[in-house]
């Protein structure tokens, strides 16, 4: 079945950085689009980053220029490099394959890992 393992959170300081990991299975990784979406209390889970099969890469407006979101076939990993965070980064950051995809094929949510960006 799909798993998905977040891991990478922390607390940082405003206009520090984290690399987020997320390293997946029970799919051929290689032959979907991966995106990072995150959710903070009292908001609907929203997409933050995707990277395509060809590795090419969209970004919300609200990171843009301050997120990097890369993949790695070979180890089924992928990863979103934070830097400059703010305070309204603040949430729960989870990996998955497009929702279409997770809807139409199945799949579940993993635990997702905190992002607390705070003095």
């Known amino acids: 079945q799909v798993q998905l393992v977040e891991s990478g959170g922390d607390l940082v300081q405003p206009g520090g950085s984290l690399r987020l990991s997320c390293a997946a299975s029970?799919?051929?990784?290689?032959?979907?689009?991966m995106n990072w979406y995150r959710q903070s209390p009292g908001k609907e889970r929203e997409l933050v980053a995707r990277?395509?099969?060809?590795?090419?890469?969209t970004y919300a407006d609200a990171v843009k220029g301050r997120f990097t979101i890369s993949r790695d076939n070979a180890k089924n990993t992928v990863y979103l490099q934070m830097d400059r965070l703010k305070p309204e980064d603040t949430a729960v950051y989870y990996c998955n394959r497009d929702l279409w995809v997770i809807s139409q094929l199945g799949g579940s949510w993993g635990q997702g890992t905190q992002v607390t960006v705070s003095l």
């Open positions: 029970g799919f051929t990784f290689s032959n979907y689009a």
């Open positions: 990277i395509r099969t060809t590795g090419s890469m």
